[in-house]
């Protein structure tokens, strides 16, 4: 099974701040990997696909960018919406597979 | 719009089969997609459960397969999650979701339902 593994587990960021998450996969899954946003009480959110194709409806201030084994996901310019539990996950490889998360903080 | 919707039994004893169903609403789910089920213990992160597609072919987790059941009912626009055997680690919010055409991620998803395993 591929280990998706997010860093940092809480980043702590002022609004209008940039914020950059990581994560890293314990083999290639190419350009196969998908984030997600999870507010509290409610169900996950696409934001990326393909590493780096924004799903629909969702800000240009979000970006996602690499491959192979390293990733990350770039909010530009932080909302106080987008204070939320970020996941990434892998599709390249059975069985599917969630990194940890990354909680964004307000500072 | 495509709408996700699971119900099921709160509370579940140890041992016993937990059943859980996902009413799509706004797509015929015999129309095509894949469908999933994912879980998310108290406070934790994600865990792929496993996918059906349509036609009923299934996907799933090795580490729950000797457990688990997914099956689709065209007629009724939903589709059903067996897990047996639970115990407290499957204490978990149950969420259902599309996965997308054609690869393995998610783009919809219901809202989630708590499920405890308590005597």
């Known amino acids: 099974e591929v280990v998706m593994t997010q860093s940092p587990a809480t980043l702590s960021v002022s609004p209008g701040e940039r914020a950059t998450l990581s994560c890293r996969a314990s083999?290639?899954?190419?350009?196969?990997l998908a984030w997600y946003q999870q507010k509290p009480g409610q169900a996950p959110r696409l934001l990326i696909y393909a590493a780096s194709t924004r799903a629909a409806n969702i800000p240009a201030r979000f970006s996602g960018s690499g491959s192979g084994t390293e990733f990350t996901l770039t909010i530009s310019s932080l909302q106080s919406e987008d204070f939320a539990v970020y996941y990434c996950?892998?599709?390249?490889?059975?069985?599917?597979?969630f990194g940890g998360g990354t909680k964004v903080e307000i500072k | 719009q495509v709408q996700l919707q699971e119900s099921g039994p709160g509370l579940v004893k140890p041992s016993e089969t937990l059943s859980l169903t996902c009413v799509v609403s706004g797509y015929s789910i015999s129309s095509g997609y894949y469908w999933g089920w994912i879980r998310q213990p108290p406070g934790k992160g994600l865990e792929w459960i496993g996918t059906?597609?349509?036609?009923?072919?299934?996907y799933y987790n090795p580490s729950l397969k000797s457990r688990v059941a997914m099956s689709i009912d065209t007629s009724k626009n939903h589709f059903s999650l067996r897990l047996s055997s639970m115990t407290a680690a499957d204490t978990a919010v149950y969420y259902c979701?599309?996965?997308?055409?054609?690869?393995?991620?998610?783009?919809?998803w219901g809202q989630g339902t708590l499920v405890t395993v308590s005597s």
């Open positions: 996950q892998q599709y390249n490889n059975w069985p599917l597979t």
């Open positions: 083999q290639s899954v190419n350009s196969i």
């Open positions: 979701a599309r996965r997308s055409l054609p690869e393995n991620y998610f783009d919809r």
């Open positions: 059906m597609s349509h036609g009923g072919n299934t």
